[in-house]
């Protein structure tokens, strides 16, 4: 994906098993990190066990501790000491206002462990609160959300924003291909 200009890479804990969508990232970023636009995604414990037999979520962790646990752990996989992105990864509405969590969060940025903060909002199940009050009270850069050809709401209700129309917060659609 390099060797074709691609320079945007967006990974999870989550993605696979025991962190292998961060750990397989790390030998690229050993010789091209300058050249990489990193973001992964925090909330979710990964050693915990699922929920359901499958595919289902895990388990999230919001408290601060446990955000700063996570940070620390993804930089290990990915071999760096710096996160472009560090995005709530399918937050629902309680971390979204979660003013502690949101003080860890900055304190995080502070420190020069990540740069910039967003929201990665999960399918297009609703969860246009979480992305509106996240847009309205929160310092992210970028709102994540479902947007493709068939999906183009709540994404559409987003754009229209002041932050968004203001160039204050970037939009990332997920899902673009509509799953296939």
């Known amino acids: 994906a390099l060797d074709l200009g691609i320079t ?9 098993s025991e962190g292998v969508g961060e750990s397989l990232l790390a030998d690229i970023l050993k010789s091209h990190r300058d050249e990489i636009v990193l973001t992964t995604k925090c909330g979710y414990d990964i050693d915990a066990p699922r929920l ?19 940070l620390d ?29 949101w003080a860890e969060l900055e304190r995080l940025r502070e420190s020069g462990k990540v740069r910039e903060l967003g929201v990665a909002l999960g399918p297009a199940i609703g969860w246009v609160e979480e992305g509106l009050e996240s847009l309205r009270r929160r310092p992210i850069a970028s709102l994540q959300t479902v947007f493709n050809v068939l999906e183009q709401e709540p994404g559409r209700t987003f754009a229209a ?17 509509a799953s296939d």
């Open 8 to 16: 945007f890479f967006d990974t999870a804990a989550v993605y696979g």
């Open 52 to 70: 359901h037999p499958g595919q289902s979520e895990r388990p999230q962790d919001w408290r601060p501790e446990a955000i700063r646990s996570q």
């Open 73 to 101: 752990a993804s930089l290990r996989r990915l071999g760096t000491d710096y996160i472009d992105l560090y995005q709530l990864h399918n937050a629902r509405l309680a971390p979204v206002l979660d003013d502690d969590l």
């Open 161 to 177: 924003e002041a932050a968004v129309r203001e160039g204050r917060v970037g939009l990332i659609s997920r899902v673009p291909h």
